[in-house]
């Protein structure tokens, strides 16, 4: 191979790898993931093939497509920040239009593809995701008020309602809850992040809580969207779509979730009152509040997986299904949360 062509190689590998860092597909594979998840319990174990690569193929590509345009809009802000001034939109290695051409073109396509391998109604949800991240959140919230995300975040907890709704046809109290559980979850994640380059976005002027509000109120309001994030946690339960095993584990997982939101926050306070609260020692509680805010939906949708024991064979795979969900969760906890952050920080939207 002459040194030509491995030049030409490398660069058409170089824009490949542009082109698909606009979808930011370790994100997709998240929002994937939530809405496959809940197929499961929704068709009682049984969903349809066709509906459930629907929904992978048409959720990765709204999801794709929604992240594109979002990488168009916001082009002026990551030109600003140091976290995102080397994407290829700031740094002029894929013309702009190109990304929304792409965006739109993918949703197109999603929707014709959920509507055809599932349903009208998921189609319209996956949609609608888009639709408020790019109007709601990119658009208006973002760079309007230190409570974006909240609101904002409703985009981000629509996959289980796609993947209930290409299951079942309808939606109903428990995937009202599911979407509860990524909702009210999303604010503590999205603030542990935010807390650790709040500089950068001060920088660009985008009122991030953290950056705005101050640390201290970010992690008082964070432990309130634990508390809600644990209470709809524990609702497909009571209405009969989950089992022992989904209630131990979501029950177990929204008191840490809780107990270290709240530790969080005292760690913020002099070294007296943190002995006065009980808070021992030099750790640093904001990796370990971003370790367990990564750590949280996923348990929460592997224990989903485990339906009401039945027979003694359903039995035995709910006890196979509880011993892997408790090996992936020591495994979670095991990794250095820096490690964590710098993942999550990568994947993070401006």
């Not at 597909?25 to 349809?48: E, N, S």
């Not at 939109?89 to 929304?100: E, F, M, Q, Y």
């Not at 929707?111 to 790019?134: E, S």
Request: proline letters at 5%.
């Amino acid at each position: 191979m002459s040194a030509v062509t491995a030049v030409a190689q490398r660069t058409a590998l170089s824009v490949a790898r542009d082109y698909l860092s606009l979808l930011k597909l370790r994100i997709v594979a998240l929002l994937d993931a939530t809405a496959v998840g809940v197929m499961i319990p929704a068709a009682h174990g049984h969903p349809q093939i066709s509906a459930v690569l629907a929904v992978l193929a048409g959720g990765t590509l709204a999801a794709g497509g929604a992240h594109a345009i979002n990488c168009w809009f916001d082009r002026d802000i990551d030109a600003e920040m140091s976290r995102t001034r080397r994407r290829p939109l700031p740094a002029g290695r894929i013309p702009a239009w190109h990304a929304l051409a792409i965006g739109i073109g993918l949703n197109i396509l999603a929707f014709v593809v959920l509507w055809v391998g599932a349903n009208l109604l998921a189609a319209l949800l996956a949609l609608a995701g888009t639709l408020i991240y790019v109007f709601v959140y990119t658009a208006w919230l973002k760079r309007s008020t230190p409570q974006n995300i909240v609101i904002g975040g409703a985009a981000g907890a629509v996959p289980p309602l796609v993947g209930w709704a290409a299951a079942t046809g309808h939606l109903d109290a428990t995937a009202f809850a599911l979407f509860g559980v990524i909702f009210f979850w999303t604010p503590p994640h999205f603030w542990a992040l935010a807390q650790m380059i709040k500089t950068d976005y001060a920088r660009a002027h985008v009122p991030m809580l953290p950056a705005i509000g101050g640390e201290r109120s970010a992690k008082r309001q964070s432990i309130v969207y634990a508390v809600l994030t644990a209470a709809v946690s524990v609702v497909p339960f009571f209405t009969g779509s989950a089992g022992a095993i989904y209630l131990a584990g979501a029950v177990v997982l929204g008191v840490g979730l809780v107990g270290i939101t709240v530790l969080d926050l005292a760690a913020g306070v002099p070294a007296n009152s943190r002995r006065s609260l009980g808070v021992r020692g030099d750790f640093s509680w904001g990796n370990q509040s971003l370790t367990a805010t990564r750590l949280y939906p996923r348990a929460v949708a592997r224990t989903s997986f485990c339906p009401r024991p039945g027979s003694s064979a359903s039995r035995r795979r709910l006890r196979v299904r509880s011993a892997e969900w408790t090996v992936e969760c020591a495994a979670l906890l095991r990794n250095r949360p820096a490690s964590i952050r710098s993942r999550a920080v990568a994947d993070l939207d401006p």
